[in-house]
């Protein structure tokens, strides 16, 4: 009995000894980025898609448009354009094409070719034209592309040589260079679809993607990675980081613990509480960006009593917006006083126009007759760029609203099933909001407010107002940016008045990151860029 | 033997049909379209509603129905999940050996702590260790899971920072999949980085691993201790010490056996403790296996996913309990005379 007494209390610290050499052994990592984002892709073709998460994982990474945006100076610049030309009367664009750019190798498809003229009318033909073989492989349609109206936007896109393209538009559009330079825009491989089709398999065009991006797709595992390698034959500067992982981490707070714990190096949509930790920490850094963004209530105006005027104003006034602020972004973003954030340059900084008033909003109440209103308020189960927290923010309105003696329901589903959901139409109203694709002023209103984004579902509001297309309209067709401004400015005012929608707050971008990963790049117009990131040397110990 | 052997295949089979008959009227009351809750097809093509139709009979009547729907389960036709659209069973075969893999740890490593100190416990005359041993077990029985995972990811991955908290492994390293069993295939892969990796998923397993353990490793030393306490007390026992034996060939060679039968016993009873328990630790450790797909898959609405996973988690258990029970029969000397006696 003694002799097994003893020998317990060695085996035990044999045990622990050696599970601690196993902890202190150097670790060897492979040259990489992991990435925690936040939700599944919907697809890997950012055409099909509206949403961030699904433009953060594919069109920085996998693709490349014609021309680029530089985050820095706003600017539309060459991407696989080198040249383009705007004729005089501003119905005919001209892009000369790059040459020497190769599309990804995988392990199903082996380019023969490289880039050329009919790649780029592939892409874009897929999407206007309806006879195309691989239109309706898209079962979600184009949203992006619908809700500006691009179909009857061009009339022709044409093949001028095999390395130019000419797009015939119909009429004068400012916001098409933008429009072009949005994430959504990619250019996909022609002889990838053609393969696909003799093979029969066109679905997997939009999910084993073939680009030209610094990275290629190498697997894809619903909730759990999306893994990336580089691009050997990129056609800019090979990426510095070998593998790129996305580990998808839905909850805001495991993010956090794996950065912490260094399992992802730089960490997507933190909470604005979340921010203190960070400080405290010395390996980690807040990396943020003024945002192109913009959060609001969207009332669903095909519902009684939402299609009354009235009742739309009498809820906004009943909100303090300043309240929202403070509770749910703590000082990351800035009021909204319209659609426009202020980074725009059609922005104009006026007050509010609709001010925090809960009597008056009882008074528009009854004008309406309305004395008894229950309704739901949908909110979003995932945190966005534009709102970390919309069951929080639904919560504050909630209260807000038992103040003017309104009910409210807090209805929530999984990101999914709430988009699905969202699209069948029957919510009263809805907390989202919108992030831009580019910085043409014309993305915060015609891709959510126009009445051909009510087709296309991208309109939270369900509101269809011919003036204010007509409007939208007028601002597009010219480009002198004062008077374009003057326009918008009317926009915002009509919007105001008739408040389909109730902004509150343009976010501040923010991602957590180690500071030992440099240059990954935030674009403003969503979407983050690993392109020239990487991890200093190991030396730089990960001892927290 | 046989005819033993053959009611347990009967208990079985049973058991399984009842609870396939569960799920066949469960589907049938999911609040979505029939078609949609069996297949997980969202929006089907007309060829792919008459298949549906024909596969699952679904113009015939209830038992019909239920023969097909039986049909097509055992099968290995899950249906497709509805948010990747990849089929049931391919995910299920994905997650499960992860979570086998956790289950095993942590089962190795309840045993190995606990079945020494149970010994422990009962050979020791010192009172305080006696208390001490029997306090701490009393703690771990009763200390809900997912406080201790919350609160040791707290203390060792955020505070201290010594151990990750959530995955399998850090994600830049590229393990291909051979065996399924993460901690097998980083040993079995050629990379340059496979015993790094190998190390990496050492740490990875430890916080959920422990998490899981507590609870069977406190049932394992209480059970160890009581029974041991009475086989030292038996005539045979006292026989070979008084031949002169060591007490530690007595222990390991005479007692032990005989106690671990009780303990194989109650390993069977736990079961499906256990796998709740092993389903909540999933989730807080993000761990990809069965538990956290599920769960997931609830979240999402995704009706085929819940029935799989239903269906998968309680066969195991099903299955596993019974062979437990049929080892135990096996190995105990007394039931097998019973068994014996009755047939």
Same mark, same amino acid.
């Given at each position: 009995?003694?002799?097994?007494?003893?020998?317990?209390?060695?085996?035990?610290?044999?045990?622990?000894?050696?599970?601690?050499?196993?902890?202190?052994?150097?670790?060897?990592?492979?040259?990489?980025?992991?990435?925690?984002?936040?939700?599944?892709?919907?697809?890997?073709?950012?055409?099909?898609?509206?949403?961030?998460?699904?433009?953060?994982?594919?069109?920085?990474?996998?693709?490349?448009?014609?021309?680029?945006?530089?985050?820095?100076?706003?600017?539309?610049?060459?991407?696989?354009?080198?040249?383009?030309?705007?004729?005089?009367?501003?119905?005919?664009?001209?892009?000369?094409?790059?040459?020497?750019?190769?599309?990804?190798?995988?392990?199903?498809?082996?380019?023969?070719? +490289?880039?050329?003229?009919?790649?780029?009318?592939?892409?874009?033909?897929?999407?206007?034209?309806?006879?195309?073989?691989?239109?309706?492989?898209?079962?979600?349609?184009?949203?992006?592309? +619908?809700?500006?109206?691009?179909?009857?936007?061009?009339?022709?896109?044409?093949?001028?040589?095999?390395?130019?393209?000419?797009?015939?538009?119909?009429?004068?559009?400012?916001?098409?260079?933008?429009?072009?330079?949005?994430?959504?825009?990619?250019?996909?491989?022609?002889?990838?679809?053609?393969?696909?089709?003799?093979?029969?398999?066109?679905?997997?065009?939009?999910?084993?993607?073939?680009?030209?991006?610094?990275?290629?797709?190498? +697997?894809?595992?619903? !909730?759990?990675?999306?893994?990336?390698?580089?691009?050997?034959?990129?056609?800019?500067?090979?990426?510095?980081?070998?593998?790129?992982?996305?580990?998808?981490? @839905?909850?805001?707070?495991?993010?956090? /613990?794996?950065?912490?714990?260094?399992?992802?190096?730089?960490?997507?949509?933190?909470?604005?509480?979340?921010?203190?930790?960070?400080?405290?920490?010395?390996?980690?850094?807040?990396?943020?960006?003024?945002?192109?963004?913009?959060?609001?209530?969207?009332? !669903?105006?095909?519902?009684?009593?939402?299609?009354?005027?009235?009742?739309?104003?009498?809820?906004?006034?009943?909100?303090?917006?300043?309240?929202?602020?403070?509770?749910?972004?703590?000082?990351?973003?800035?009021?909204?006083?319209?659609?426009?954030? @202020?980074?725009?340059?059609?922005?104009?900084? !006026?007050?509010?126009?609709?001010?925090?008033? @809960?009597?008056?909003?009882?008074?528009?109440?009854?004008?309406?007759?309305?004395?008894?209103?229950?309704?739901?308020?949908?909110?979003?189960?995932? /945190?966005?760029?534009?709102?970390?927290?919309?069951?929080?923010?639904?919560?504050?309105?909630?209260?807000?609203?038992?103040?003017?003696?309104?009910?409210?329901?807090?209805?929530?589903?999984?990101?999914?099933?709430?988009?699905?959901?969202?699209?069948?139409?029957?919510?009263?109203?809805?907390?989202?909001?919108?992030?831009?694709?580019?910085?043409?002023?014309?993305?915060?209103?015609?891709?959510?407010?126009?009445?051909?984004?009510?087709?296309?579902?991208?309109?939270?509001?369900?509101?269809?107002?011919?003036?204010?297309?007509?409007?939208?309209?007028?601002?597009?067709?010219?480009?002198?940016?004062?008077?374009?401004? /003057?326009?918008?400015?009317?926009?915002?005012?009509?919007?105001?008045? +008739?408040?389909?929608?109730? @902004?509150? /707050?343009?976010?501040?971008?923010?991602?957590?990151?180690?500071?030992?990963? !440099?240059?990954?790049?935030?674009?403003?117009?969503?979407?983050?860029?690993?392109?020239?990131?990487?991890?200093?040397?190991?030396?730089?110990?990960?001892?927290? | 033997? $046989?005819?033993?052997?053959?009611?347990?295949?009967?208990?079985?089979?049973? =058991?399984?049909?009842?609870? #396939?008959?569960?799920?066949?009227?469960?589907?049938?009351?999911?609040?979505?379209?029939?078609?949609?809750?069996? =297949?997980?097809?969202?929006?089907?093509?007309?060829?792919?509603?008459? %298949? &549906? $139709?024909?596969?699952?009979?679904?113009?015939?009547?209830?038992?019909? %129905?239920?023969?097909?729907?039986?049909?097509?389960?055992?099968?290995?036709?899950?249906?497709?999940?509805?948010?990747?659209?990849?089929?049931?069973?391919?995910?299920?075969?994905?997650?499960?050996?992860?979570?086998?893999?956790?289950?095993?740890?942590?089962?190795?490593?309840?045993?190995?702590?606990?079945?020494?100190?149970?010994?422990?416990?009962?050979?020791?005359?010192?009172? *305080?260790?006696?208390?001490? *041993?029997?306090?701490?077990?009393?703690?771990?029985?009763?200390?809900?899971?997912?406080?201790?995972?919350?609160?040791?990811?707290?203390?060792?991955?955020?505070?201290?920072?010594?151990?990750?908290?959530?995955?399998?492994?850090?994600?830049?390293?590229?393990?291909?999949?051979?065996?399924?069993?993460?901690?097998?295939?980083?040993?079995?892969?050629?990379?340059?980085?496979?015993?790094?990796?190998?190390?990496?998923?050492?740490?990875? &397993? #430890?916080?959920?691993?422990?998490?899981?353990?507590?609870?069977?490793?406190?049932?394992?030393?209480?059970?160890?201790?009581?029974?041991?306490?009475?086989?030292?007390?038996?005539?045979?026992?006292?026989?070979?010490?008084?031949?002169?034996?060591?007490?530690?060939?007595?222990?390991?060679?005479?007692?032990?056996?005989?106690?671990?039968?009780?303990?194989?016993?109650?390993?069977?009873?736990?079961?499906?403790?256990?796998?709740?328990?092993?389903?909540?630790?999933?989730?807080?450790?993000?761990?990809?296996?069965?538990?956290?797909?599920?769960?997931?898959?609830?979240? %999402?609405?995704?009706?085929?996913?819940?029935?799989?996973? #239903?269906?998968?988690?309680?066969?195991?258990? &099903?299955?596993?309990?019974?062979?437990?029970?049929?080892?135990? $029969?096996?190995?105990?000397? #007394?039931?097998?005379?019973?068994?014996?006696?009755?047939?």
């Amino acid at each position: 009995m003694k002799v097994l007494q003893k020998r317990l209390p060695l085996g035990l610290a044999l045990c622990i000894s050696t599970l601690q050499l196993l902890g202190c052994d150097q670790q060897k990592l492979p040259s990489g980025i992991v990435y925690c984002s936040e939700g599944n892709p919907e697809s890997f073709n950012p055409q099909l898609v509206t949403s961030g998460t699904t433009v953060d994982a594919t069109s920085q990474q996998i693709y490349d448009g014609l021309v680029n945006y530089n985050a820095a100076s706003g600017v539309v610049e060459p991407a696989l354009a080198t040249r383009w030309n705007i004729s005089d009367d501003g119905l005919t664009y001209t892009f000369d094409l790059r040459t020497n750019v190769n599309f990804h190798h995988s392990d199903n498809f082996t380019p023969s070719r +490289q880039f050329n003229a009919d790649d780029v009318l592939f892409s874009f033909n897929r999407i206007i034209d309806e006879g195309h073989p691989y239109h309706f492989v898209s079962k979600t349609g184009y949203p992006f592309f +619908q809700s500006i109206g691009f179909s009857q936007l061009i009339d022709d896109i044409e093949k001028v040589s095999d390395h130019q393209v000419a797009f015939h538009l119909s009429r004068p559009d400012a916001s098409f260079l933008a429009n072009l330079a949005t994430g959504f825009a990619v250019i996909l491989s022609a002889e990838y679809a053609q393969q696909l089709s003799q093979q029969d398999q066109q679905d997997e065009l939009d999910r084993l993607a073939i680009g030209t991006g610094p990275f290629k797709l190498v +697997q894809y595992v619903k !909730n759990d990675f999306i893994r990336y390698h580089r691009n050997e034959h990129y056609w800019q500067a090979q990426p510095d980081a070998e593998r790129l992982v996305f580990d998808i981490t @839905p909850k805001s707070t495991s993010r956090l /613990a794996k950065l912490i714990t260094s399992d992802c190096n730089v960490s997507a949509l933190p909470k604005a509480g979340e921010i203190p930790v960070i400080l405290d920490k010395e390996a980690l850094e807040v990396d943020s960006l003024p945002g192109f963004n913009v959060a609001f209530w969207a009332f !669903n105006t095909e519902r009684i009593p939402f299609n009354d005027v009235r009742v739309r104003r009498a809820l906004a006034h009943a909100v303090d917006r300043e309240n929202i602020l403070r509770a749910v972004y703590q000082k990351t973003a800035v009021a909204a006083t319209g659609m426009l954030p @202020p980074p725009s340059w059609a922005y104009n900084a !006026n007050d509010s126009m609709i001010d925090y008033n @809960p009597q008056k909003a009882k008074d528009l109440l009854a004008q309406a007759g309305i004395t008894e209103l229950s309704i739901d308020i949908w909110a979003m189960p995932v /945190a966005r760029i534009y709102n970390p927290n919309a069951h929080k923010t639904a919560e504050l309105i909630q209260a807000d609203l038992a103040n003017i003696n309104v009910k409210a329901n807090i209805v929530s589903y999984d990101w999914s099933v709430f988009n699905q959901k969202l699209s069948s139409r029957s919510y009263d109203s809805v907390l989202i909001g919108w992030n831009a694709d580019n910085s043409d002023p014309d993305n915060f209103f015609t891709p959510i407010l126009s009445c051909k984004s009510v087709e296309y579902n991208s309109n939270r509001s369900r509101w269809c107002d011919s003036q204010f297309d007509a409007l939208l309209q007028q601002a597009k067709s010219i480009t002198d940016k004062p008077q374009r401004t /003057a326009l918008y400015q009317q926009a915002e005012l009509y919007l105001a008045e +008739q408040v389909p929608v109730l @902004p509150f /707050a343009h976010a501040t971008r923010l991602v957590f990151k180690q500071k030992k990963v !440099n240059n990954s790049k935030l674009t403003p117009f969503g979407g983050i860029s690993f392109n020239h990131s990487s991890q200093k040397p190991a030396n730089m110990s990960t001892q927290p | 033997m $046989t005819r033993y052997l053959l009611r347990r295949l009967n208990l079985f089979l049973a =058991t399984s049909l009842v609870l #396939i008959l569960v799920l066949f009227v469960a589907t049938s009351r999911f609040p979505v379209e029939h078609k949609f809750a069996l =297949t997980g097809i969202h929006s089907p093509t007309p060829e792919q509603v008459a %298949q &549906i $139709t024909a596969d699952y009979r679904l113009d015939e009547g209830n038992l019909s %129905q239920f023969t097909a729907y039986l049909q097509q389960r055992l099968s290995g036709n899950l249906g497709v999940s509805a948010t990747s659209n990849q089929p049931v069973f391919d995910e299920l075969v994905q997650v499960l050996p992860a979570s086998f893999e956790l289950a095993g740890v942590a089962a190795i490593l309840a045993l190995l702590c606990g079945i020494p100190l149970g010994v422990l416990a009962s050979l020791s005359k010192n009172k *305080i260790t006696q208390h001490s *041993i029997m306090a701490i077990t009393l703690t771990g029985y009763s200390i809900p899971v997912f406080w201790l995972g919350l609160t040791l990811s707290l203390w060792f991955g955020v505070e201290l920072g010594w151990l990750p908290i959530s995955g399998q492994i850090n994600l830049l390293y590229e393990i291909e999949p051979v065996t399924g069993f993460l901690l097998i295939d980083t040993l079995l892969s050629d990379s340059q980085y496979r015993m790094s990796a190998f190390t990496d998923a050492v740490l990875h &397993i #430890i916080l959920p691993a422990i998490t899981l353990a507590v609870l069977p490793f406190t049932v394992v030393v209480r059970i160890t201790r009581t029974a041991m306490l009475s086989i030292m007390e038996e005539t045979y026992i006292k026989a070979a010490a008084a031949r002169g034996l060591q007490t530690s060939k007595i222990v390991i060679r005479h007692a032990l056996p005989n106690a671990l039968i009780p303990v194989l016993k109650n390993m069977g009873l736990m079961l499906g403790a256990f796998s709740s328990y092993a389903m909540v630790v999933e989730v807080i450790f993000a761990w990809p296996g069965v538990g956290a797909w599920l769960v997931s898959g609830i979240y %999402q609405r995704d009706y085929t996913v819940i029935q799989g996973g #239903i269906l998968s988690v309680a066969l195991i258990i &099903i299955f596993l309990s019974i062979l437990i029970e049929v080892m135990h $029969t096996a190995i105990n000397p #007394i039931s097998r005379k019973e068994m014996y006696a009755t047939s």
